[in-house]
């Protein structure tokens, strides 16, 4: 295998069998992350000089912004804020745009995060090491085949990543187990948003729901990912 980590993380995953196994490793990096820039990485030099310069995804801030930490936020944004003020200024009169530079840092902010940048450089490793090991353990392939489903958006990007790090038989044979899954997936959720919707009518109020209660739930799930759903 080309590389040895996460790969503790990948197995407990996939041994869990419940939903998309990339939804459960990526929520825990991604806390990782959060607890580590909000803990020990927030006073270190070099890592305040980059999230200076790339600050944070909405997203990101309002999962940093309930956890207890809140003065970390406040030093994290005081020198960010800094390094803002002195990188939007106006040009002089005779800039054909004077706020043109103000307007290219801002719109250049509205993309970067450093948080993001960390989850996807660790992120690739975790689905790398997920292609080499289905094609080197035979016991992970058998779990791999068995998973309920994985969420369209981390099996597209699986599939890319895995197209990328194997040769094509091996790819070949990955992919198809991945396929079958999520037809499966889709025949189940297809199934269960049907019953859920007949359950509406009033022809069909008296008969169980089957396991279509949840199907709105887990067809947002599928198609998004590991989304937050307000039920209230």
Known sequence: ???HIYTIEINEAFDAAQGCPFCRIFAKLENDELDLILGASMMEPEIRKITNVKGFCPDHYRKMFPRKNR???ALTMESHLDELKAAIKPGNFLAKD???KSLARAEEL???CYVCDRLEEKFYHVLSNTADMYTEESEFRRKFAEQPYFCLPHYTKFLRTAAKV???KSYAALAEDAVKS???ALDKLKNDISWFCKKFDFNYEKEPWYDSKDAVERTIRFLSGNVEL???
Do not use: S
């Open 110 to 112: 509205q993309q970067t």
């Open 166 to 168: 194997l040769d094509k």
């Open 1 to 3: 295998m080309k590389e």
């Open 98 to 100: 004077p706020a043109g």
């Open 230 to 232: 307000n039920t209230k």
């Open 71 to 73: 003065l970390g936020m």
């Open 182 to 184: 999520e037809e499966k």
